[in-house]
């Protein structure tokens, strides 16, 4: 789609009664033939060959989702209950599904004895990810077996891959629906035929659909919230699944991102995250103007909301127009999470990552250069596929040079359909394990050693809520995203407040609230 078509769009957002014009039906009025039809063919497994290709077709921008007539009460009296695996896109989708099926009348609950549906919004990206959802379907066989009624259904990453919806229909026969992540907002019609019909609804799309943006949201919380800002990732790093489950590149259009975030400030959240697998490639879908995500972070950056965040950044696409933008500070926040995956530039080429070591260092540099007081954390996998300990060292030596102050890191976990699980690997396991605790032992040295400098420092904190062990003490992040746990009246949930620190530890920080404490 050009901008001009884009442009129409947007008028066509304000004038519903132009709608028709673009779309022959409504999204609510379509069946799922019409959408078998669209995929041209009727029911098809996932297919990971498939997702691969980019095609070239436009995508079109909804913005006239609605829950058909039929379906809206059919929660009246039920309750629903979501569990989410993975990331924080899989946190914001669940509370898309949460929004529809409170639209459909559903009330939420965290018992899953009270629960009416229950759905499981899976992730793929490694295999204990996944076989914690199975360990989880097998559970709920027998809340299932005592609750016939009972809707169980599997979504996410998960769904994506054919080798779990065939291993669902055939070991897993009590699950009664499985969806996708690029038909979310089918929830309404799917949930319907799950309760009315006797198979098991199964409607996953190999291939990404259009952005539906007027999608209901509950969202969980009143201070922090995620904003999507593209979907899918064209990267295929040789080791990841998420390009096959997640589709290819789309970008949400900055007007309809800004109007969101100008909503949640007015509705008086202190922080927004912006979402995507690699938002560094924000905008490069949009044809006919160039808006990237510096150029939408300087627009953010006038919205009268404290804090702004945007995560995951992708080292190659990370461009000088961010940095400028991201140095003029005030709501955009002094954290960049830059996943390196390695040190090594040999191993980071097989892993198709597109830069070098010298090349993410060169990087480093520059982002330090402009926001002297950035905090960098980073993303790590070893025991790549032949990874030497001469490779593995250079991680651990690059990890020194940077100074990361925190680190997820992960054994690699061959994904069935990516190329890194058809290459030999003559690295043992336990050869991994060990790398993997070494590596831990340098990040949580340089983590505590980060938290140390805070010692007697005052930092502005963002009130989140209770503490996760102590309901007494309450905690938040500052700026530099360190949390901090420290006592302080209820009332200052959702404000953001002077702490002074008083000990640090490798993950938290302790302090006292100043009593003239309120910032914003
Ligand atoms: N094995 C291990 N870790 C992986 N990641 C992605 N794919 C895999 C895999 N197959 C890690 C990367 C990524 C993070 C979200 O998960 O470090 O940045
Ligand atoms: Fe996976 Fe690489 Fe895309 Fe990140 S950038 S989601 S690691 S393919």
Redesign the pocket.
């Known amino acids: 789609m050009n901008e001009q078509q884009r442009k129409e769009m947007n008028q066509i957002k304000d004038n519903p009664a132009d709608k028709k014009s673009v779309e022959d039906k409504p999204l609510s009025e379509k069946t799922s033939e019409d959408f078998a039809k669209y995929f041209e063919s009727t029911y098809q497994p996932p297919s990971l060959k498939s997702a691969k290709k980019r095609g070239k077709e436009d995508v079109n921008v909804h913005y006239d989702f609605e829950i058909p007539e039929d379906i809206q009460g059919i929660g009246e009296g039920k309750k629903f209950l979501i569990r989410t695996y993975g ?1 924080q896109m899989n946190e914001h989708d669940t509370e898309v599904m949460a929004g529809i099926l409170s639209e459909m009348g559903y009330e939420s609950t965290t018992d899953q004895h009270e629960a009416d549906i229950i759905l499981l919004n899976t992730c793929a ?2 295999e204990n990810a996944e076989n914690k959802v199975f360990g989880e379907i097998g559970h709920l066989k027998a809340l299932k077996r005592e609750k016939p009624d009972l809707i169980l259904g599997v979504c996410g990453c998960m769904s994506q891959e054919e080798s779990v919806v065939n291993r669902i229909l055939q070991k897993h026969q009590f699950v009664d629906l499985i969806f996708g992540t690029h038909n979310i907002h089918r929830l309404p019609q799917l949930v319907q035929e799950a309760i009315f019909g006797k198979e098991m609804v199964v409607e996953v799309w190999s291939k990404e659909g259009d952005i539906v943006e007027n999608l209901p949201r509950q969202r969980k919380g009143n201070i922090k919230a995620w904003v999507n800002i593209m979907y899918g990732c064209d990267k295929f790093c040789t ?4 390009p096959y489950t997640r589709g290819k590149e789309r970008s949400r259009l900055p007007e309809d991102i800004i109007q969101e975030v100008r909503q949640l400030a007015a509705q008086g959240y202190k922080e927004v995250t912006l979402l995507g697998q690699n938002v560094n490639a924000y905008g490069k879908d949009f044809e006919d103007r160039t808006f990237g995500l510096g150029d939408l972070m300087n627009e953010i950056h006038k919205i009268d909301i404290p804090r702004v965040r945007f995560t ?1 950044s992708h080292p190659r696409d990370f461009d000088d127009r961010l940095i400028e933008v991201l140095a003029q500070g005030g709501n955009l926040l002094d954290h960049i999470h830059l ?1 390196v ?1 390695s040190g090594s530039s040999e191993v980071l080429k097989i892993m198709a990552r597109k830069y070098t070591r010298e090349r993410y260092l060169e990087l480093v540099d520059k982002i330090r250069e402009a926001m002297p007081n950035a905090t960098l954390t980073t ?3 070893v025991g790549f596929p032949n990874e030497t300990e001469e490779q593995f060292q250079e991680t651990l030596s690059l990890v020194e040079e940077v100074g990361f102050e925190g680190a ?1 890191t ?6 069935e359909g ?1 190329p ?1 699980a058809k290459m030999q690997d003559n690295v043992p396991m336990d050869v991994k394990k060990e790398r993997l605790q070494r590596l831990n032992a340098v990040v949580n040295h340089q983590a505590a050693q980060a938290m140390k400098k805070y010692e007697g420092e005052i930092v502005e904190v963002l009130v989140e809520g209770e503490s996760k062990k102590n309901a007494d003490v309450l905690a938040g992040h500052t700026h530099r995203n360190k949390l901090v746990n420290f006592r302080a009246p209820r009332s200052t949930i959702g404000e953001i407040v002077k702490v002074k620190i008083t000990n640090a530890k490798t993950w938290s920080l302790d302090g006292e609230l100043l009593e003239t404490a309120e910032v914003k």
């Open positions: 990331c990206i490694r080791y990841c699944i998420v995951t996943p995956q993303d790590i996998i997820y992960f054994i690699y976990s061959p994904r990516t890194a």
